[in-house]
């Protein structure tokens, strides 16, 4: 790795604060994600836009509360997050649908423990969203919204022998159908802003992203 990207990480992560062996894997998955780059010829990965990113990252981890290990973890597990920050603000917004309001931990859980799951885009969880809500299903759980592979989540909403009223469908390639028809630009972020459990976690990030711009 370029000994100015080693420099960053170590300056804004505070690294040698960490277990060496939190330190190696972090490295590790780094270096592999800017080699990616270079290999595939992605001309996004230069210093500059690491650190922006990384900036961008940070803030936002901070505002829910993850502590420096927590956030060396989440990049160590999923790299690419630095690519989609605004995206994993969008999704994490949406996903306060699944919390228990006096607890408001499962979206910061899933993002510590099971990072990976937030690969799937806002708009695919969006459009999940609305299918689970127009069919009527009442068990709205994390696995549907977002870990449930496409043919675990079609399933639900198949018709089977005994049919149930948000079984809607006939085949898989349906319910992909109408998900694929569903218009993100419909979709009315403020209002998702202006949920309880997602009221402190805006104030806290907009203000200060405005504050770094």
Known sequence: MNEAFKDLFYTKLQLQKLDISLQKQFLE????????????????????????QLDSLILFLKCIDCTEEEIVRIITNLPTILNTVDDLYKKYLLLGILEDPSRNNLRKDKLINKTKDYMVGFNKIYARYKLVCTAGYDRLSWNVLVHASDNEFCRIFIKGTYKKPYQLFNHPSEVMAWLGSVDSSEINLEEIKAWDVNKELVSQYEKSHKRTN
């Open 29 to 52: 998955s780094i270096s592999s994600y800017l080699d990616h780059g270079r290999k595939e010829e992605i001309n996004g990965r230069t210093l500059s836009f690491v650190l922006k």
